[in-house]
């Protein structure tokens, strides 16, 4: 697996139509990855977003993609995606700068800072089950938004409530053109992306001065970020702050409304996991949040969440950009050419998980191959904040364990939508109350 420029072939497969390739039946038909996977095997070719592509799928070629950062692959997203994450944005930045930038940026994941967020989060998160039970009847999804937003603002830069102020309606406008067509016209999803990125970039500078300000910089991660220094003594100017700052609200936010959404389904939809889950609770002191070591020692709760970010992975892979052609498996992988990396599919891989369509979190007694269990991506370049997003999963489930029943009303679509990230189709509507017992 070196670099080549040998005559070796380039996988199988098809480019499509000139120009658009095969896009529109990827965007289209839900069974587009498992057709071709079925017909050319686990690496084949396609044309898709304007460029011929290779999909890898399965541990050994996230390995070789993973291992190759900054080699024969750098990190690519469309231009919509790049432009509204902003240049500074940690997604976006490739090579020693990216290196740089993480090593900081990873100071405010640190064991010690997410012990730190325990109470705070677990006040949030018995606020809004509160309200919940209240409500008795709801649509969850749209809550659990709220209350993941909430969650990354207070612990980000400190905002009580986000969900109460301008900030909600903006975020959400620029999250709905993060994965448009980059049109710059007047009310177009992009041109509305780019008007509410700015507002939001002004809030946080804001936010920034005003924090700098302050004898103590605060102990959520904007304060840890403030002080956070790189090998070389540097800390992140203020305008690499705020693309970082709204790079890490977009991932504390989206993706963890898909888990955590995805959480609440399957445990009502396979209730004999949600009592081994509830009796495994009952081993610790419900009046107090738990600590990092009974965290530690939740090991059936820990399975259970494998369980579900690899049946319903809140991303489903990743675009890389060939900069060097090289070979794998014995196919030319040219350079310009795109990977996408399948993270979906390579949890369903049956030599890795038998019965990959069961929920069943015991498979997770033993470890798994390194590479074949990749909801947070993988190499370098893995989710920075896959132990926060862990955290927060994790409590929420232990109060709704310990306090709460929910059941799965009748007559809705539960088919999942899966752009910009997977959910049910009708929003999961629940009933939901206490526990008597």
Same mark, same amino acid.
């Given at each position: 697996?070196?670099?080549?420029?040998?005559?070796?072939?380039?996988?199988?497969?098809?480019?499509?139509?000139?120009?658009?390739?095969?896009?529109?039946?990827?965007?289209?038909?839900?069974?587009?990855?498992?057709?071709?996977?079925?017909?050319?095997?686990?690496?084949?070719?396609?044309?898709?977003?304007?460029?011929?592509?290779?999909?890898?799928?399965?541990?050994?070629?996230?390995?070789?993609?993973?291992?190759?950062?900054?080699?024969?692959?750098?990190?690519?997203?469309?231009?919509?995606?790049?432009?509204?994450?902003?240049?500074?944005?940690?997604?976006?930045?490739?090579?020693?700068?990216?290196?740089?930038?993480?090593?900081?940026?990873?100071?405010?994941?640190?064991?010690?800072?997410?012990?730190?967020?325990?109470?705070?989060?677990?006040?949030?998160?018995?606020?809004?089950?509160?309200?919940?039970?209240?409500?008795?009847?709801?649509?969850?999804?749209?809550?659990?938004?709220?209350?993941?937003?909430?969650?990354?603002?207070?612990?980000?830069?400190?905002?009580?409530?986000?969900? $109460?102020?301008?900030? *909600? &309606?903006?975020?959400?406008?620029?999250?709905? =053109?993060?994965? /448009? !067509?980059? @049109?710059? %016209?007047?009310?177009?999803?992009?041109?509305?992306?780019?008007?509410?990125?700015?507002?939001?970039?002004?809030?946080? $500078?804001?936010?920034? *001065? &005003?924090?700098?300000?302050?004898?103590?910089? =605060?102990?959520? /991660? !904007?304060? @840890?970020? %403030?002080?956070?220094?790189?090998?070389?003594?540097?800390?992140?100017?203020?305008?690499?702050?705020?693309?970082?700052?709204?790079?890490?609200?977009?991932?504390?936010?989206?993706?963890?409304?898909?888990?955590?959404?995805?959480?609440?389904?399957? %445990?009502?939809?396979?209730?004999?996991?949600?009592?081994?889950?509830?009796?495994?609770?009952?081993?610790?002191?419900?009046?107090?949040?738990?600590?990092?070591?009974?965290?530690?020692?939740?090991?059936?709760?820990?399975?259970?969440?494998?369980?579900?970010?690899?049946?319903?992975?809140?991303?489903?892979?990743?675009?890389?950009?060939?900069?060097?052609?090289?070979?794998?498996?014995?196919?030319?992988?040219?350079?310009?050419?795109?990977?996408?990396?399948?993270?979906?599919?390579?949890?369903?891989?049956?030599?890795?998980?038998?019965?990959?369509?069961?929920?069943?979190?015991?498979?997770?007694?033993?470890?798994?191959?390194?590479?074949?269990?990749?909801?947070?991506?993988?190499?370098?370049?893995?989710?920075?904040?896959?132990?926060?997003?862990?955290?927060?999963?994790?409590?929420?489930?232990?109060?709704?364990?310990?306090?709460?029943?929910?059941?799965?009303?009748?007559?809705?679509?539960?088919?999942?939508?899966?752009?910009?990230?997977?959910?049910?189709?009708?929003?999961?509507?629940?009933?939901?109350?206490?526990?008597?017992?």
């Amino acid at each position: 697996m070196t670099a080549t420029s040998s005559t070796l072939p380039t996988p199988p497969g098809q480019l499509g139509l000139p120009w658009i390739g095969e896009t529109v039946s990827f965007l289209r038909d839900p069974d587009f990855m498992d057709k071709r996977q079925q017909q050319y095997g686990p690496i084949f070719k396609t044309h898709i977003f304007g460029s011929p592509a290779i999909v890898a799928i399965g541990p050994e070629a996230n390995r070789f993609l993973f291992a190759n950062e900054n080699k024969y692959f750098v990190v690519t997203w469309p231009y919509s995606t790049r432009t509204l994450l902003g240049p500074a944005s940690l997604s976006t930045q490739a090579g020693d700068v990216h290196k740089s930038r993480r090593k900081i940026l990873a100071q405010a994941f640190q064991p010690r800072a997410l012990a730190g967020y325990i109470p705070e989060m677990t006040n949030i998160t018995r606020r809004y089950v509160e309200k919940w039970e209240k409500m008795g009847t709801l649509t969850w999804y749209p809550e659990l938004r709220q209350y993941t937003f909430d969650v990354a603002c207070k612990l980000l830069v400190g905002i009580d409530g986000a969900t $109460e102020t301008d900030l *909600r &309606d903006w975020f959400e406008t620029w999250c709905n =053109g993060l994965f /448009t !067509l980059p @049109i710059r %016209l007047p009310g177009t999803k992009f041109t509305r992306a780019l008007n509410c990125r700015q507002k939001l970039l002004d809030r946080i $500078e804001k936010i920034i *001065r &005003d924090r700098q300000k302050q004898a103590d910089p =605060g102990n959520d /991660t !904007l304060g @840890i970020l %403030l002080q956070a220094r790189d090998d070389d003594g540097n800390t992140l100017s203020v305008v690499e702050l705020k693309d970082q700052i709204l790079t890490l609200l977009f991932a504390g936010h989206e993706t963890l409304t898909s888990a955590t959404t995805s959480f609440c389904l399957k %445990l009502a939809q396979y209730p004999e996991v949600l009592e081994k889950a509830r009796t495994e609770q009952q081993q610790f002191d419900s009046e107090t949040p738990p600590t990092f070591e009974d965290l530690k020692q939740m090991t059936y709760l820990d399975r259970v969440m494998k369980e579900v970010l690899r049946v319903v992975p809140p991303v489903g892979g990743g675009f890389r950009e060939v900069i060097q052609t090289c070979e794998f498996n014995g196919y030319q992988i040219p350079k310009g050419w795109s990977v996408f990396y399948q993270i979906g599919r390579t949890h369903f891989d049956e030599a890795v998980y038998p019965q990959p369509r069961d929920f069943d979190p015991d498979r997770f007694e033993e470890d798994k191959p390194t590479f074949s269990h990749i909801p947070f991506g993988g190499g370098m370049r893995e989710c920075l904040g896959k132990e926060f997003a862990r955290l927060e999963i994790k409590l929420l489930a232990i109060e709704l364990l310990r306090n709460y029943e929910w059941e799965l009303l009748p007559s809705q679509d539960l088919e999942m939508e899966m752009i910009p990230t997977p959910r049910p189709r009708d929003g999961l509507r629940v009933g939901l109350r206490r526990r008597s017992d």
